[in-house]
């Protein structure tokens, strides 16, 4: 099955081999993040910064995370990651939170910047989301570079560097 979410707020189940639409469903709110598979279910960030969880086999929601809101969004595609039965992600602020994959309990969420001007998020960029063992790795265009603890949220280090690409390890 082949899952494609869009920026209109529309999200798709295809069968791969034979291409026929599965279901068809709409969000309340465009999605703007990668997508993630995990068992039977695939998540999404939203433009609301919500992140949801679907049902691969309905397309109908199982649960959601509604993280601080902004009104100034970034065109940059925000990143989610799967391990440990959790989920990582990020959002338009530029807070990075952890969710239990299965019950969708907010497990903690860590703000990497200072500012509560929310004009100031229209221009942060930031990486994908890099884990290893137990740290998370990204930066930003605001000259930080990230190792965050993914077990209890607190921020390891700061290096500053300025970049927006994805870190490898």
């Known amino acids: ?26 969000n309340s709110s465009p999605f703007n993040s990668q997508v993630k598979i995990f068992d039977d ?3 999404a960030v939203d433009y609301q910064n919500t992140l949801r969880s679907f049902s691969i086999k309905t397309g109908n929601e199982l649960w959601n995370v509604k993280t601080e809101n902004s009104f100034i969004k970034s065109k940059k ?48 960029e930031t990486s994908d989301i890099v884990l290893n063992n137990n740290e998370i790795f990204l930066s930003n ?21 300025n970049s927006s690409l994805r870190p490898t390890i």
Not at 1 to 17: C, G, Q, S, T
Not at 82 to 102: A, E, L, Q, R, T
Not at 147 to 157: A, H, P, R
């Open 1 to 26: 099955i082949l899952i494609i979410v869009d920026n209109l707020a529309r999200f798709y189940a295809i069968d791969i081999r034979k291409g026929d639409l599965l279901w068809e469903k709409r």
């Open 41 to 43: 279910k695939f998540y």
């Open 77 to 124: 595609k925000l990143s989610v990651v799967i391990g440990n039965n959790k989920i990582f992600f990020n959002n338009y602020i530029g807070d990075v939170g952890s969710v239990d994959i299965s019950s969708g309990e907010l497990i903690w969420q860590t703000p990497t910047q200072k500012s509560s001007i929310y004009e100031d998020s229209f221009f942060l």
């Open 141 to 161: 265009n605001k000259n930080e570079f990230f190792s965050i603890n993914q077990k209890n949220g607190f921020v390891n280090w700061i290096t500053k560097i």
